[in-house]
């Protein structure tokens, strides 16, 4: 059976206007897409349907449908979307096929224009991303090196002092020396001495 053939169903109305009761029969309100939906429901389940008399099988397909309808329109919205996906693949491949051999090449060498214009931006970030790791190297180097300097130079510092490397400690064994020396002048070179020490102080 073709769902064009299968007829809306009939819903009957029922008012009181007046006092007086009208009674009304037209197609069940329906949109457009629940229509579609329904006739082709209905089309399959007439003709599945072949035993029973065209009456009986439209009432018992009808209630089925209320069962299901929910699920058909969800199925139907699938379907027209799939459509649409396909519709709009044809149109790209008709619009491909219209094109001149010229402009295909055109396109195709602005697309290896646009990867190439990619390509330099990707090359120019890693340029950058490697620059800037030298440097940090470079930074850490030289906190290294202050930090052996400053390092080296608390050490330094931190020596206790000894006669071998205090300035100005005038040791006993010097004190001995002295007065040894002292000892073995002779009185020529001990009026020497005293002259000068003399001389020094009135110079004072």
Request: overall charge negative; glycine content about 2%; proline content about 2%.
């Amino acid at each position: 059976m073709n769902p064009e053939e299968v007829p809306i169903p009939l819903e009957k109305t029922v008012e009181i206007k007046n006092g007086t009761v009208e009674v009304s029969v037209a197609e069940k309100k329906m949109t457009d897409k629940e229509k579609k939906v329904y006739r082709k429901f209905m089309a399959k389940c007439i003709t599945a349907a072949s035993g029973k008399s065209l009456k009986d099988s439209m009432i018992a397909c009808a209630v089925d449908f209320e069962k299901v309808k929910e699920k058909l329109m969800a199925e139907d919205d699938l379907e027209e979307i799939k459509e649409e996906e396909e519709d709009e693949e044809e149109e790209e491949e008709d619009e491909e096929e219209g094109k001149s051999l010229e402009e295909k090449i055109k396109l195709e060498k602005q697309d290896i224009k646009e990867d190439k214009f990619e390509l330099e931006l990707e090359k120019k970030d890693l340029k950058d991303d490697e620059e800037y790791l030298k440097e940090l190297e470079k930074k850490k180097m030289e906190e290294s090196k202050s930090a052996a300097k400053k390092g080296a130079k608390m050490e330094y510092r931190e020596k206790p002092k000894t006669s071998a490397n205090s300035v100005g400690i005038i040791t006993v064994e010097q004190i001995n020396k002295w007065e040894k020396a002292e000892k073995n002048e002779n009185q020529l070179q001990e009026q020497k001495e005293t002259k000068t020490v003399w001389k020094n102080t009135i110079d004072l």
